[in-house]
Each structure stands twice: as structure tokens, then as C-alpha cells.
């Protein structure tokens, strides 16, 4: 049986459902994106801006950005967990990732609430 990680339990189901869930969530905000791109053609950085700026568009891409890392987190813990054995060496890759992501977030976090 493999040990958690940071405290953090993984359990299969919950897992699975983690993964199909931002699944679908990355899929409708793309979806919906490529729509938006399909429909403005000739695309300029002021349509681009006044898109963002728009709290539910924020609201839409802060989900996104969420359902991108615990989906990344998910399946990276997974990949390490089955494949690296050493529990030190696991522990680091898990804690760089985990901290990686957090930055991510951040960054992201910044970046929309900046427009």
C-alpha cells in the first residue's frame, strides 16, 4: 500500500472523479473559447482586454486554471507514486510539484485580477 504524500490521501474514486470532472471543465472553457475566437477573426488587443475584463470571464478562466492544476496534480501524483519507489526522492518531486503549482495559481491569479 503506498503512504500519502504531504498528508495529502489519494483514494481511487475520488481520484477518477477529480479527473473527469476538470476534464469536462477544461473542455467547455476551450470549447467556448475557440467559439469566441471563430467569431472575431480579426481579433485586436482591445477585444482581447475588454474580454478579460469581465468578472464572469475572470470568474470562468480562475476555473479553468483550478480544473488545470488538480488535474495536473492528480495525474502527476499518480505517475511519481507508481514509479519512483525511493520515498524521499517521491516526497521532493511530489513537494516541488505541489509547490510549483501553488506558483502557477498565483501567477495566474495576478495575471487576471491585473486586467
Not at 475588454?50 to 502527476?76: D, E, N, P, R, Y
Amino acid at each position: 500500500m503506498v503512504k500519502s504524500v504531504l498528508g495529502v490521501s489519494h483514494q481511487g474514486l475520488r481520484d477518477w472523479a477529480i479527473q473527469r470532472v476538470t476534464a469536462i471543465l477544461i473542455a467547455i472553457y476551450s470549447i467556448g473559447l475557440l467559439a469566441y475566437f471563430l467569431l472575431h477573426p480579426e481579433l485586436v488587443y482591445s477585444e482581447w482586454r475588454q474580454l478579460f475584463s469581465h468578472v464572469s470571464m475572470k470568474v470562468a478562466t480562475l476555473i479553468f486554471v483550478l480544473s488545470m492544476l488538480f488535474h495536473a496534480w492528480v495525474g502527476i501524483w499518480t505517475v511519481v507514486t507508481d514509479y519512483v519507489k525511493c520515498y524521499v526522492a517521491r516526497a521532493s518531486i511530489h513537494t516541488l510539484v505541489l509547490l510549483l503549482l501553488m506558483a502557477c495559481f498565483f501567477w495566474a491569479l495576478f495575471i487576471l485580477w491585473s486586467v
